[in-house]
């Protein structure tokens, strides 16, 4: 996406990064891009990458940061040439570490890309359980559902394909607890390297979707609108 600017949204495995950036993708002219559900996706192939993939995947464990990269990068290229219109894209769930923001780094400046920002959601740890341990997600799409918080209109049917309804093989409370460790240790430290360069904006995740959405879109259309955050506007 060359020229492009990006934003990248981090918060706590259940603080709703995909439930948000679906929804606030599109109305900011971004593309929605995850790296959860590229791995998703590559696993229902029957073979030996799928399965390594699956070896960290199911585990709660973070995929090794070379495979991770070459996934971005192939998918960011395939986005390119399918949104030539977008703004950028919307990176949920990359990067995890420091050493991934670091490649990030390399691969936005090779293009001469830029972050405009980087959306951090605030979620306690019980609500996040909480969650987690309720969702469901669309086994053809992706799409999420919490049972409470969001449920389907049909009950174990997708209201956008109408695909069953699963829970996600990761989502096992022995996953779920080594998922957020590795948040704190790894990923929550990067909130530090991009607060220096200016860029982080909090949001409380700890309110009804709704009200989230509206939070996140308030605080991003005047970044993305300022020439020298995001040229591509
Ligand atoms: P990934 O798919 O990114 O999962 P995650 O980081 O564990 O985050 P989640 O998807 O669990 O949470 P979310 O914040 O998206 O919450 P959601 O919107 O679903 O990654 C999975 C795995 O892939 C990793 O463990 C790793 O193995 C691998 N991987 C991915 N990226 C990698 C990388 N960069 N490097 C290496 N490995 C990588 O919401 C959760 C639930 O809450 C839903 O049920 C939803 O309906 C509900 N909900 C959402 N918002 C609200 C709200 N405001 N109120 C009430 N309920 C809500
Ligand atoms: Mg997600």
Avoid: W
Avoid at 1 to 25: E, F, N, W, Y
Avoid at 37 to 45: C, G, K, N, V
Avoid at 160 to 174: F, K, M, W, Y
Wanted: charged content about 25%; proline content about 6%; glycine content about 8%.
């Amino acid at each position: 996406m060359a020229g492009k600017c990006h934003v990248i949204l981090i918060g706590p495995q259940g603080s709703g990064k995909g439930t948000q950036a679906a929804r606030v993708a599109p109305r900011l002219r971004l593309v929605h891009v995850a790296t959860g559900e590229l791995f998703r996706q590559l696993m229902t192939r029957d073979d030996e990458l799928a399965r390594e993939v699956r070896r960290y995947y199911d585990r709660g464990e973070l995929v090794p940061d070379e495979l991770t990269l070459r996934v971005l990068v192939d998918h960011l290229e395939r986005v390119e040439r399918e949104h030539p219109g977008a703004r950028g894209a919307l990176l949920d769930g990359y990067p995890r570490n420091r050493a991934q923001a670091e490649a990030l780094d390399r691969v936005l400046g090779e293009r001469s890309d830029a972050i405009a920002a980087v959306v951090h959601l605030v979620v306690p740890r019980a609500v996040l359980i909480e969650r987690l341990s309720g969702r469901l997600v669309c086994s053809t799409c992706g799409a999420t559902y919490h049972v409470h918080f969001n449920p389907p209109l049909v009950e174990g049917r997708c209201d956008r394909c109408g695909a069953a309804l699963v829970q996600r093989s990761d989502d096992t409370p022995e996953a779920i607890a080594r998922r957020l460790d590795t948040y704190e240790q790894q990923t929550a430290p990067l909130l530090d390297y991009y607060r220096q360069r200016g860029l982080v904006v909090d949001i409380d995740g700890n309110q009804p979707i709704d009200a989230v959405t509206s939070a996140i879109l308030a605080a991003l259309e005047p970044v993305l609108a300022e020439p020298h955050r995001c040229p591509s506007s």
